[in-house]
């Protein structure tokens, strides 16, 4: 954990967190900006083909990551945590790290079929720059997310909690499909 569960914020804690949101950030944009780079490759492909494949990308990459494709297929992505090594040195440096790590979206386990259904999306609708930045930055935050939850419900927020609790196992699914009816918006 990055933060202790209950107690006051210190200024420590609000610096942790603005280093860590800051990696999170920083290392879905590169990724973002990467894949928008490889999106020109995709526009020789005409307007239908690149809806075709990405619809049956989305549905493949679903397969892989929430049926028996899993056991076969794999995705990017390391199924191990990021070792405590990353904390080393200075524990703010170390988040804004561990931040950049989870932001690039392939180096610790993700658990979900959007984030690379939403990558994929980049690579195939071939959109302008300002809307890989801002697919990077919504990754970026929506990854900093359970720690801006956890410094708000330690500081005054009791609700967080219960929006914690009630998250079911249909939140992938919707996010997937909601990420894929974006993308099919974009192209």
Not at 32 to 44: D, P, R
Not at 49 to 70: E, Q
Not at 163 to 177: C, I, M, P
């Amino acid at each position: 954990m990055l933060l202790p569960l209950k107690r006051r914020r210190s200024l420590l804690d609000f610096k942790i967190l603005v280093a860590y949101v800051a990696g999170t950030t920083s290392g879905a944009l590169l990724t973002a900006i990467t894949a928008w780079l490889l999106s020109g490759f995709t526009e020789l492909l005409s307007i239908r083909m690149r809806v075709v494949l990405l619809i049956m990308g989305a549905v493949f990459i679903w397969l892989c990551k929430h049926s028996r494709l899993l056991r076969f297929i794999d995705l990017p992505e390391s199924r191990r945590q990021i070792p405590a090594e990353v904390f080393g040195g200075s524990l703010v440096k170390g988040a804004h790290r561990f931040g950049f790590e989870l932001g690039t979206g392939v180096r610790t386990y993700v658990p979900a079929a959007a984030p690379y259904i939403l990558l994929f999306a980049v690579l195939m609708t071939h959109t302008t720059l300002a809307n890989a930045v801002l697919v990077g930055l919504g990754f970026g935050l929506g990854r900093a997310v359970p720690l801006l939850v956890q410094f708000s419900a330690a500081s005054q927020f009791r609700s967080a909690d219960v929006f914690v609790q009630k998250a079911d196992g249909l939140a992938s699914a919707t996010a997937a499909l909601l990420v894929l009816v974006g993308a099919l918006i974009l192209v």
